[in-house]
């Protein structure tokens, strides 16, 4: 079945360095969304990005979404102590697809 | 964004009793809801995908009469874990589907079971 793959598992940096998490897909996606969960807390939507090559930016979160839509990177320019959580990407095979396939997550810890 | 509420948010129970979580829609509606366990550390795993009006789906390995999952209306869903062992100790954590925004889905804050 379809497996989204994410890495590295754990990120820890000092604050003020930059993050970057990568998720990649054994088949095409029709999008892929980007979430977010605080320790203790539950999976936030950040964003979701459809088209072929698609660039997004929130603030400091710069969002990919690959040429051949099977991989996607998130990177976060200067990290703050707030960026610190869990980050998972999941994919939709085929659109119009009820089922979201999760990565495993990125945790990230930042050291202040 | 959407509002996805569950209920409660924390249950401690004795084995061999059922638990049941509700889940809702605050400010849209959702035909689709879907429940996901999360172990400590861990990524969230897709139990099943409830639908509104008709049976649930299920994912593999995720037994369905223990299980149960009811969408009564396009706003509600429900989770009931029967006869709860101390091994269904988890983050049960639902989800819905915004039909009007390309599928987004928005989950609610979680249901921590402990199971004694």
């Known amino acids: 079945g379809q497996q989204v793959m994410q890495i590295p598992q754990y990120q820890h940096v000092q604050e003020g360095e930059d993050f970057t998490t990568y998720c990649n897909s054994s088949t095409t996606l029709s999008n892929i969304q980007w979430y977010k969960q605080r320790p203790g807390g539950h999976p936030v939507f950040l964003i979701q990005?459809?088209?072929?090559?698609e660039v997004k930016k929130q603030k400091r979160l710069t969002f990919q979404f690959g040429e051949a839509k099977k991989n996607s990177s998130l990177h976060i320019t200067a990290t703050q102590t707030t960026d610190v959580g869990t980050y998972f990407c999941a994919g939709r095979r085929v659109q119009g697809a009820q089922k979201l396939v999760f990565g495993q997550g990125t945790r990230l810890t930042i050291n202040p | 964004g959407a509002v996805v509420s569950q209920h409660p948010s924390w249950v401690i129970c004795k084995s061999g009793t059922s638990v049941k979580i509700e889940c809702r829609s605050l400010?849209?509606?959702?035909?689709?809801m879907f429940w996901y366990r999360q172990f400590p550390k861990q990524s969230l795993m897709l139990m099943a995908t409830?639908?509104?009006?008709?049976?649930?789906?299920?994912e593999q390995g995720v037994e369905k009469d223990k299980f149960l999952i009811n969408h009564a209306s396009l706003t509600l869903s429900t989770l009931t874990v029967t006869s709860a062992h101390p091994e269904d100790s988890s983050f049960y954590i639902c989800?819905?589907?915004?039909?009007?925004?390309?599928?987004?889905?928005?989950f609610g804050p979680g249901t921590r079971l402990t199971v004694l």
């Open positions: 400010d849209f509606q959702a035909t689709t």
């Open positions: 989800s819905a589907r915004d039909q009007g925004a390309v599928g987004t889905q928005y």
């Open positions: 409830s639908n509104e009006g008709s049976k649930a789906t299920y």
């Open positions: 990005l459809v088209k072929s090559g």
